[in-house]
C-alpha cells in the first residue's frame, strides 16, 4: 500500500505564506500525479493544483499565480508554496496520490488520500 504524511499547516494573517510538503512511501511502482485538494468547512473537496511525474501541472483559478506545486521524483514528494493567502484559502488541505503498486499479481492502480492538515488564513 501506499502512506501519505502531511506537514506544513498552521495559521497565518493575510498575505502571508505557507508551505505543504508530501511525502509517499510504500511498494510503489510509479506515480501518475500528486497533488493538493481541500475541503472548506461546508463545502465539497476541490482540486489546488496537481503534478504530474514529467512536471506538467494544473492549477485550480483561484490560486493560478499565488500557489506552486512542486515534486521530486526520487523522494516522492510534492510541495505546495502558497503566498498571497487569504481568508478564502481556509481549509483542510489533502495530499493525493494516483499511481501503480506492486502486488502480488504484477500491479494495480491506486489512489491515495492523506489525512489533511488545516490552513487557517486569518487576521
Known amino acids: 500500500q501506499v502512506q501519505l504524511v502531511e506537514s506544513g499547516g498552521g495559521s497565518v494573517q493575510p498575505g502571508g505564506s505557507l508551505r505543504l510538503s508530501c511525502a509517499a512511501s510504500?511498494?510503489?511502482?510509479?506515480?501518475?500525479?500528486m497533488g493538493w485538494y481541500r475541503q472548506a468547512p461546508g463545502k465539497q473537496r476541490d482540486l489546488v493544483a496537481t503534478i504530474t511525474g514529467g512536471g506538467d501541472t494544473n492549477y485550480a483559478d483561484s490560486v493560478k499565480g499565488r500557489f506552486t506545486i512542486s515534486r521530486d521524483n526520487a523522494k516522492k514528494t510534492v510541495a505546495l508554496q502558497m503566498n498571497s493567502l487569504n481568508v478564502e484559502d481556509t481549509a483542510v488541505y489533502y495530499c493525493?496520490?494516483?499511481?501503480?503498486?506492486?502486488?502480488?499479481?504484477?500491479?494495480?492502480?491506486?489512489?491515495?488520500w492523506g489525512q489533511g492538515t488545516l490552513v487557517t488564513v486569518s487576521s
Open positions: 510504500g511498494n510503489i511502482r510509479s506515480i501518475n500525479t
Open positions: 493525493n496520490f494516483r499511481g501503480l503498486i506492486s502486488v502480488e499479481a504484477g500491479y494495480k492502480y491506486l489512489e491515495v
